[in-house]
């Protein structure tokens, strides 16, 4: 057996092994529930389902990318023509996107604070003339 053959072999066992795996994972995921907040119930009632459907996950997207890998290093008639080699180029790129970024995401910044209208009429300086009304920061109540 050549080593063409020996590499096709090996690539087309990850990406047997990284299918199934997924394919567990989609199962034991489930659709995601359109009512956030009862999707985050769901998620806290199975706190060690989610981590390990999550981590197998990430570990088919890894033997996808190590498969294609092998298949672009082989040498073999799948990589010979631009219209084959560039599915194999994209298959570890669409995995590498998913994985979130390893520095700390900024926090949000925050929302800047309501209008205030200043009235000039008083003498010595200017005092705020209307004031958000408590159930509603968008309704003005005059002071």
Not at 118 to 135: E, F, I, L, V, Y
């Amino acid at each position: 057996m050549s080593r063409t053959d020996t590499r096709m072999r090996v690539a087309g066992a990850w990406l047997a092994i990284a299918s199934v795996l997924l394919g567990f994972v989609l199962v034991g995921h489930g659709p995601i529930h359109p009512d956030l907040a009862l999707q985050m119930h769901i998620i806290a009632n199975n706190v060690t389902l989610w981590v390990v459907v999550h981590w197998a996950a990430a570990a088919a997207l890894s033997l996808f990318v190590v498969a294609s890998l092998i298949v672009l290093t082989a040498g073999s008639r799948l990589t010979e023509h631009w219209s084959t080699l560039s599915p194999w180029a994209v298959v570890p790129v669409g995995a590498l996107w998913t994985i979130p970024p390893p520095w700390p995401r900024p926090p949000p910044s925050p929302m800047p604070p309501p209008p205030t209208i200043w009235r000039a009429s008083r003498p010595g300086g200017r005092s705020p003339k209307a004031r958000p009304t408590d159930s509603c920061s968008c309704v003005w109540r005059l002071s």
